[in-house]
Every structure is written in C-alpha cells, then in structure tokens.
C-alpha cells in the first residue's frame, strides 16, 4: 500500500496559488462539441491551462484496442491477451471504446480528448473470439495489471448479480481475490454497475460484480439532462457514483468504420463510423471509465494517494442528483440510483487545493472475507486500530487462531459511537456474508459506550472476527479493536 501521509507536490502548490475559480483549458479537439460529457464532468475546470501531472497506468480490462490508431500514438504502455490472438486487435470495439474516453490524445488536432490526458494504458484483453469473458482470463488479467503497476483499472464488464436466487448470481471468488490483490498493490479499482437490458428485469435493483464487491467504485450512467436511463441498475449499497452514460462519443478501431458510406471516416475513425451500438454510446460501460480517468487525474496530481482516499475523494465531492438538478427519481442525499451523485472531476481537484482533511489510509485493508481474505491477527494481546465505510467497506474480518479451551476478549471502542458490532464465525466458515446462522458462534453486547465479545472456544481452529459498520453514515467510522486470550480453568465437575 501506498503511506498514507499526503506528500503535496509542487503541482498542488502551485493550483492552490491558482485559487479554485480557473477557467478551464479548452477541448481543442475537432469533435468537441459532441463531447459534452467532458463538460459535465468539469474535467478541466481545475487547470487554466494543461498541467504537469505525474504520468499514471490505467489498464483497460476488455476486448483489446486498436493499437495503430492515431489517437493512441503514444498513449499505450503495454498490454497482454489472456483469450489468445493479439492485444493489439479489437474485432469487437468495446475496448476501443472505453480507452478513448479515458486516454485518446487530447492534443492532436484529430477527434476527441480522452479525459485523463496524463494516463497511459495497459491493454487487457480478455474478451475471447465468441464473445465471451472467461472468468480465469479476467482475474488473471486484473493481477497482470496490477504487477505492471496500475495505478487505476477499469472493468466495464460485469457479472449479474441477484442475493435473491443462488441460480442466477455470479459472485465468483476469483475475481474477488484478484481485485483484492490489485487493491492491496495500490490500484483504484473501478467497474460500471452493469445495463439492466442483461438482467431479468428492467431496470434492474443490483449491481452487477464486480462493482458489488468491496473497496471497488461502481458507476452508473445518466443521461444528458440529470435523468437516470432505465437501463442504468439500481443499488442502494453498491452504487457509487454516476458520470454520463448516454449518447457518449469515442474512438472505434479502423476495421469496424464505414468508410463506403461516409469517406471522412476512413483512417482514424470514431463512434459516428462505426456500428449501431456504438452510436448510440449507450451504457454504464462508458460512465465508469470517466471515473477511471478522473481517479488517474487526482493521482497526477498527489501519486502518494492510497486507493481508499481517492475513492473518498471522488464519491464525496460529487454533485447530489435530485429533482432540481435533472434527477426526477433521485433523492436528496446518497441514492440507489445516482450513489454519492455525479462525478465533479474539479471539485474533487479542490479537495486537494484545500486541503481537506481526509481519511486516514487503512493499511490492514484488504480484510473483507473468511479464509484467505482474512487478515490474520496472532501474537494476542495486541490493540490495533483499524476504519469502516458503511457504504464502500462495511466489513472487516480478521482470522484468530484459538485453542481449545482458551476465552477470546475482544473489546471496540470508536470515538464515531456508531453501530459497529461484532461477531465471531466458526472454523470453516467460508463466507460470512452467506454463512449459515449456525456457525456464528458469539456476538458483542454493549457495555458503556464499548462493544464487548467473550467467547470460550470450545474446539481449536482458526474463527474469524467480523468488525460490521451498520450505520450508514457520510463518515467513515475509525475503530480500536483490543483482543487477548487466556486459558480457563477446567469446569468444575457437576454435582452427583
């Protein structure tokens, strides 16, 4: 993990000298008025000007990029197929797509600006030749970033998710383990909440995987006016964010244009060549590499930000969606369908202009599951303090090895006074999300203001402690968690 201490650059000296009302520099690319998506996100309005900003590795998890296209001359790192064939080609598009919203040259004089012009690529292609993503291929593939030094990934794909029927829900324990990997490595990790149009109904009320898995920012989309398309799924927990989604302009590869009908396209075309469903531009898809982007830009500016900060960042510097501004569903506050609101790359800019105070980085992260996800936690008694957010990380697990025998006293106190609690899973337990209710085997209870936990293990193994934030609040809730274990004496015989 990256230190959690903020070392401000001289980039960030010299935008607070700047103060916070710059105009921001303009899209001088052709097409730019049809990238009004850019617009609303307020992507530039940080910086007169272009700034330097550290040069950071977005990787592109998806169907593999039109390599030899102008707009990506210079843009690309590196990249790698895990489906066979070249990373290189892009029979599909979609992949293409999304790289040129997040890193299309933004200076060319030729087509579109990708948002984050300080971002280059890491291609992933995992979209095999029958148009299938296989789930190995993409956890590899989310690890291979990683190691390459990603400092951002986006997964504009995704599995359907449904709590309400084993048969159709996708949760896939590899692709957990490997976004907890890429996550503990340092990289943002950011995934579109998934279309309802793939779903059994329409809209759909879950996020799809992986944005529903923790510590992972999921997108939805919104239309040009602040609407929310139907297409777009719900999710109280699980969605995070929304940037536009509808109607969004960007690259295709050469070999899906249609130069026959419209010679302008030929060369280096874009989404206007190419075929329906890139017209259009429809979908959460092409919400989340916004996202991407805007996190790349913010790690311009401050490399030593952790992943957790700038997901903080960028949920809590969002524009709340409402009926005033457009969202004729949404509420006032955090909602299932916008998530914190919609992206304001500048503003979440100016959280670091000002200096706003932010969450300290939480270095046990990732500890969110039994069994390998657990942190392990030994050498009893020790104090650790650790953080929750209801909303992106609402549980932390730490795997304990008792013998048995032994009493096990936990005791959490946080100065939030929020609703965390405890609770102690059985050796075995694999998941405790979906653990049946016999293998808990001890709760807390609050005791003056403290939630305390004692348990006397009766068989030795390894449990696994379950710290769980049940209040969802804009906070993120800082804890101290003091365990030790001592032996018991035997029970006395009873009486004849």
Partial sequence: MRPAALAYALAVTCLA????????????????????????????????????????????IDSGIDAGAPAFVGQIAGGRSFVGGSWRVDTDGHGTFVAGIIAANAFNGAGVAGVAFNAKL?????????????????????????????????LSLGGLRDPNDPELDGYSRSELEAVEYAYAKGAVIVAAVGNGTNAPSHPWPFADYPAALPNVLGVSALNEDGSVPNFSNRDRVYVDLAAPGAGIFSTIPRNLEDSADDPGCAGDPYSNC???????????????????????????????????????????????????????????GRDALTGWGRLDIARAVSFL???VALPPNDILEPDDDAGNQARPLDNL????????????????????????GKELVATLSSREHAAVTLRLWEPGTVRVQTAAPGSLAARS???????????????????????LDGSPSRQRVVYHLSLSDRAMPPAAPAPA
């Fill in 381 to 404: 008694p020790r104090t650790i303090t650790s953080s929750e957010d209801y909303w992106d990380d609402a549980s932390d697990v730490f795997a304990l090895t008792l013998h048995a």
């Fill in 122 to 154: 890491l291609i992933a292609k995992v979209l095999d030749s029958a148009g299938v993503i296989p789930p190995g291929a993409e956890a590899d593939a989310i690890r291979w970033a990683a190691n390459e030094g990603a400092r951002v990934i986006n």
């Fill in 274 to 332: 190419g075929p329906a469903e890139f017209q259009t531009g429809d979908g959460t898809s092409f919400a989340a590499p916004q996202v991407t982007a805007a996190a790349a830009l913010l790690l311009g500016v401050d490399p030593h930000l952790a992943p957790d900060q700038v997901d903080w960042i960028l949920e809590r510097s969002a524009t709340d969606m409402t009926p005033a501004n457009g969202c004729g569903d949404c509420r006032v």
């Fill in 445 to 467: 209870r609050p005791v003056g203001g403290e939630q305390q936990l004692s348990y006397r293990a009766i068989r030795g193994g390894v449990y696994y402690l379950e710290v």
């Fill in 17 to 60: 000298a700047r103060g916070s009302s710059a105009q921001a520099f303009p899209n001088s690319q052709p097409d730019a008025a049809k990238q009004w998506y850019l617009t609303q996100d307020n992507a530039w309005s940080a910086w007169s000007t272009p700034p330097t900003l550290a040069t950071v590795k977005v990787a592109v």
């Fill in 353 to 355: 202009r000002e200096r």
